[in-house]
Antibody, heavy 125, light 108 residues
Framework: EVQLVQSGAEVRKPGESLKISCEGSGYNFTTYEIAWVRQPPGKGLEWMGI????????RYSPSFEGQVTISVDKSINTAYLQWGSLKASDTAIYYC??????????????????WGQGTLVTVSS | DIQMTQSPSSLSASVGDTVTITCRAS??????LNWYQHKPGKVPKLLIY???SLQSGVPSRFSGSGSGTDFTLTISSLQPEDFATYYC??????????FGQGTKVEIK
């Protein structure tokens, strides 16, 4: 059974650092990308970035470039999302998701087929 | 970035109704458009990919259509478990693979 299990809820103060995790199991971890998606309180889903778990290549949304770092440890099938200096506006639920690829009309499309349970990050003084 | 705009932002409907949600892209995304259902306290669930392909296990009352910039998600004969927020997502241009702002389907 495919599973993505995320680390637990965190409470931090503004300016503090944080690293949350997403462990994959039940599939060949390095053959799928892992993305991170943010959901601020009462708001919609925001695509943050993605890591190609096989070679650790990353792509970020311009909105999040420089604000967060996505990384992976292939030896333990785990992806990470980290902040160097948190802001109150980083308060949100953060989901990791596995990205599946399909071939259609001479191009490749993607979708998220499995999601982690979400990690609530609260940043408050 | 490609902007995705859903309408309406929310709607009220009754069990048994047919509901239509639209999603418009700021530039053509061909048919690389997904739909997700998200319930409070749960994780998002893929319903439709490639604009009209039903994900395995998703009831056939969900259907998708469209190409280019205009897409539609239709829920036929709305069931109690369908009350949720629905998001479209384009994956033609990445990064980012932008989501729409969501459409909340509420009980009338």
């Amino acid at each position: 059974e495919v599973q993505l299990v995320q680390s637990g809820a965190e409470v931090r103060k503004p300016g503090e650092s944080l690293k949350i995790s997403c462990e994959g199991s039940g599939y060949n971890f390095t053959t799928y990308e892992i993305a991170w998606v943010r959901q601020p309180p009462g708001k919609g889903l925001e695509w943050m970035g993605i890591i190609y778990t096989g070679d650790s290549d990353t792509r970020y949304s311009p909105s999040f470039e420089g604000q967060v770092t996505i990384s992976v440890d292939k030896s333990i099938n785990t992806a990470y999302l980290q902040w160097g200096s948190l802001k109150a506006s980083d308060t949100a639920i953060y989901y990791c998701a596995r990205r599946e690829t399909y071939y259609y009309d001479s191009s490749f499309g993607t979708y998220f087929d499995y999601w982690g349970q979400g990690t609530l990050v609260t940043v408050s003084s | 970035d490609i902007q995705m705009t859903q309408s309406p932002s929310s709607l009220s409907a009754s069990v048994g109704d047919t509901v239509t949600i639209t999603c418009r892209a700021s530039h053509s995304v061909r048919r690389f458009l997904n739909w997700y259902q998200h319930k409070p306290g749960k994780v998002p669930k893929l319903l439709i990919y490639a604009a009209s392909s039903l994900q395995s296990g998703v009831p056939s009352r969900f259907s998708g259509s469209g190409s280019g910039t205009d897409f539609t998600l239709t829920i036929s004969s709305l069931q109690p478990e369908d009350f949720a927020t629905y998001y479209c997502q384009q994956t033609y241009i990445t990064p980012p693979e932008t989501f729409g702002q969501g459409t909340k389907v509420e009980i009338k």
